[in-house]
């Protein structure tokens, strides 16, 4: 599986829009980017994952760059609730056999 | 709401004990996993389970085995549990209709003296 590079902390205020970062610049065509954050004492939490079209849902958007070498996780109006480690993982095409191998993620702190 | 739950949340152990870690879900899950979590290591696999009665090695099997009898339990043994399994234990579930998006307990943190 690709490497993911991911900054170790970041801050944002509540109600605006949190961008978290992610270097992926040795991806190979078939392997997807996903992102998935822990809350404090839970488990980790799926958002969402794409393998080269920008994709959105409930919990968030997700843009891919069209070399696929880097994308970005966008929180548009992010609460307090949203304090968490966020993981960006990169791995091959949808096959829930497969291990997810988180690396140590971005930090991200909602600010009042 | 889909759900995978752990036996506890909190274990203190013995060093020598045989300890049962056990995960049930209520999805139909096909796939299950056991991770280990530690400050600064990330999250780590320890052991899979494709189906009943099957399971795989993940990374760091040593010293851990499994167990899944039935569909939605699997279980993760220490056969004689250390002070270095001391850690956090999560158990996740993946379905075939959704093969993208691991679901995952609450965790276990498990202390061994």
């Known amino acids: 599986d690709a490497k993911t590079t991911q900054p170790p902390s970041m801050d944002c205020a509540e109600g605006r829009a949190a961008n978290l970062p992610c270097n992926h610049s040795?991806?190979?065509?078939?392997?997807?980017v996903y992102w998935y954050r822990q809350i404090h004492s839970q488990g980790p939490q799926y958002i969402i994952h794409?393998?080269?079209n920008n994709e959105t849902n409930e919990m968030a958007s997700l843009i891919i760059t069209e070399d696929r070498k880097s994308s970005t996780l966008i929180l548009p109006h992010a609460t307090l609730r949203d304090t968490a480690v966020y993981y960006c993982?990169?791995?091959?095409?949808?096959?829930?056999?497969?291990?997810?191998?988180f690396g140590q993620g971005t930090r991200l702190t909602i600010n009042p | 709401d889909v759900k995978v739950t752990q036996s506890s949340r909190y274990l203190v152990k013995r060093t020598g004990e045989k300890v049962f870690l056990e995960c049930v879900q209520d999805?139909?899950?096909?796939?299950m996993f056991w991770y280990r979590q530690d400050p600064g290591l990330g999250l780590r696999l320890i052991y899979f389970?494709?189906?009943?009665?099957?399971?795989e090695k993940g990374d760091i099997p040593e010293g851990y085995s499994v167990s899944r009898e039935k569909k939605e339990r699997f279980s993760l043994i220490l056969e004689s549990a250390s002070t270095n399994q001391t850690s956090m234990y999560l158990c996740?579930?993946?379905?075939?209709?959704?093969?993208?998006?691991?679901?995952f307990g609450p965790g276990t943190r498990l202390t061994v003296t």
């Open positions: 996740a579930g993946v379905t075939s209709g959704r093969p993208y998006e691991q679901y």
């Open positions: 040795t991806i190979s065509g078939n392997e997807y």
């Open positions: 999805m139909d899950h096909e796939n």
């Open positions: 389970s494709y189906d009943v009665k099957m399971k």
């Open positions: 794409g393998l080269k």
């Open positions: 993982i990169v791995r091959v095409a949808n096959q829930g056999a497969q291990k997810l191998v």
